[in-house]
């Protein structure tokens, strides 16, 4: 009721020529405290402090000061796509009528929802490629065992179950987790010295006993799999699957469609790649799109449209794996990525893919000379540095990624791909600009220079932050999961 007067007198003072209004008088109806028992009445005062609104700002405003993150500056986590998300989106996710929509409401009081998703996943299907897709998975390892389950209930359907699922050394480390949860043995495969896979190992790996192939392309080097479609031969020459992990697709968009390039089901992080926030641990997407001769697998329900056109869940699906999430995932997270999609349009995906490549090649043209690069390979949205020219003066990634803390910027994703030691995993996005690269590359090369003038100042960082270094050696074996911490600690 109050709410309604509210927004009436908004109403009234928005109209042209309008001076003033008379407020009317708010009667906001009072609970009925009779009805509550007298045991459970409150009498006395409540305790709580009284403050000023601005106090009450100010103190949530320096908190998030304190922290760090994509609005504040530069997020350079390679692999994890820490790009700026636009506040339309948040705007479009909280609109009344998605926020108040009910998990349980009947498909048919929620056909505006319905349409916004079948309209996601037909142009998701068409960016990579794909005949069908489910927008159920609620996370990109959910999305990945849910593909993985997807292949293996193909494989029966023929009379033909597989044992193994092969992968790189450059994998994800979900990756072969979601191979074990999904009953398959997982086989590790080397990359050759420019950062691709070794073929070689590859055919000796491979045999009737292999489900698929699950690799990232670019993979987490960076690297583009240039070998893709013999590699694609490969596999299917054998009756396997090629899956892609969908975590570096943002390099690939409007560019390379991998439904063309051999890939027979493949997850997106929406979380990702198309700007729906990534941090904080969630929420994600992780929708699964697929090939036509997986299609009939796909999760229950499936997003489809009648001859009218009207989009509606599909249920009578004999052959499903059945149901991955126990409404239809995170739909909020959709509409996001649904309006990133509209405001990009074809063109503007593509522009989005271009600039995350050459953002990421600028800024290893300004670091390469004062940082190591195990792998030569041109890469594309990421590189993979590491700080061997460091290493004599005592200096580690640790001591880099904790003197970045002093210059006022993120560090990199540290010590990831195992296959490169101590890496710094870095990627720019394509959300940044030249101006904010450039200061990421003038702190990074100053770093490199500190470690041979003065390494001690790394060891010491970071010094300029509300907290400094932490014993993280003491953390790790001495974790503190109760508040309030103890003195002696």
């Not at 109806?29 to 305790?47: H, N």
């Not at 320096?62 to 948040?90: I, Q, W």
């Not at 995350?356 to 390979?377: C, P």
Request: charged share 25%; net charge negative; hydrophobic share 40%.
């Amino acid at each position: 009721m109050t709410q309604r007067i509210i927004e009436k007198t908004i109403f009234e003072l928005s109209r042209p020529g309008v001076r003033g209004v008379n407020l009317p008088k708010l009667d906001v109806p009072k609970a009925d405290f009779d009805q509550i028992p007298g045991k459970m009445r409150r009498t006395g005062d409540i305790g709580l402090p009284e403050l000023a609104e601005i106090d009450v700002m100010r103190h949530f405003v320096r908190l998030s000061n304190l922290n760090y993150h994509v609005d504040k500056g530069f997020y350079p986590l390679g692999s994890c796509t820490m790009k700026y998300n636009p506040k339309a989106n948040e705007e479009a996710a909280a609109y009344k009528g998605f926020t108040a929509l009910h998990p349980l409401t009947k498909s048919n009081l929620a056909s505006g929802a319905i349409e916004l998703m079948a309209q996601l996943a037909e142009m998701l299907c068409e960016i990579v490629g794909h005949d069908a897709i489910t927008l159920q998975p609620a996370a990109g390892a959910h999305g990945e065992f849910t593909g993985l389950l997807l292949i293996r209930a193909f494989h029966e359907s023929n009379g033909n179950p597989r044992k193994e699922v092969i992968l790189p050394d450059s994998a994800h480390g979900t990756n072969p987790a979601s191979i074990v949860f999904s009953g398959y043995k997982p086989v590790q495969i080397k990359s050759r010295e420019d950062g691709m896979i070794d073929l070689d190992h590859l055919r000796e790996a491979i045999s009737e006993d292999t489900a698929a192939l699950m690799i990232t392309n670019p993979n987490t080097l960076g690297i583009f799999e240039k070998e893709i479609r013999e590699i694609s031969e490969i596999v299917h020459g054998v009756g396997a699957q090629m899956y892609m992990d969908g975590a570096n697709l943002n390099a690939l968009m409007g560019i390379v469609r991998p439904g063309e390039i051999g890939f027979d089901v493949m997850h997106f992080n929406l979380h990702k790649t198309f700007s729906t926030p990534h941090g904080g641990g969630g929420p994600g997407s992780g929708p699964v799109s697929v090939k036509k001769h997986l299609k009939p697998f796909l999760p229950t329900p499936m997003i489809a449209r009648k001859d009218s056109g009207e989009a509606f869940f599909d249920w009578d699906r004999p052959d499903s794996i059945g149901k991955v999430s126990g409404f239809y995932g995170n739909f909020l997270v959709m509409v996001k990525a649904w309006l990133y999609l509209r405001m990009l349009g074809g063109e503007g995906i593509r522009e989005a893919s271009e600039w995350a490549v050459i953002n990421s090649n600028y800024l290893l043209s300004r670091l390469r000379d004062y940082y190591g690069l195990k792998y030569k390979s041109t890469p594309m949205h990421e590189f993979v540095a590491d700080p061997s020219p460091l290493k004599d003066y005592g200096a580690h990634n640790i001591d880099v990624a904790k003197r970045l803390l002093d210059y006022g910027f993120h560090a990199p994703t540290m010590s990831f791909p195992l296959i490169v030691s101590e890496a710094l995993m870095i990627e720019p996005t394509e959300t940044e600009s030249k101006a904010t690269l450039d200061e990421f590359a003038d702190a990074m090369i100053v770093i490199a220079k500190e470690a041979k003038e003065n390494p001690e100042l790394l060891h010491e960082a970071p010094v300029n932050t509300p907290i400094g270094r932490l014993d993280e050696g003491k953390a790790a074996r001495s974790r503190i999961l109760t508040w309030p911490i103890p003195e002696d600690f």
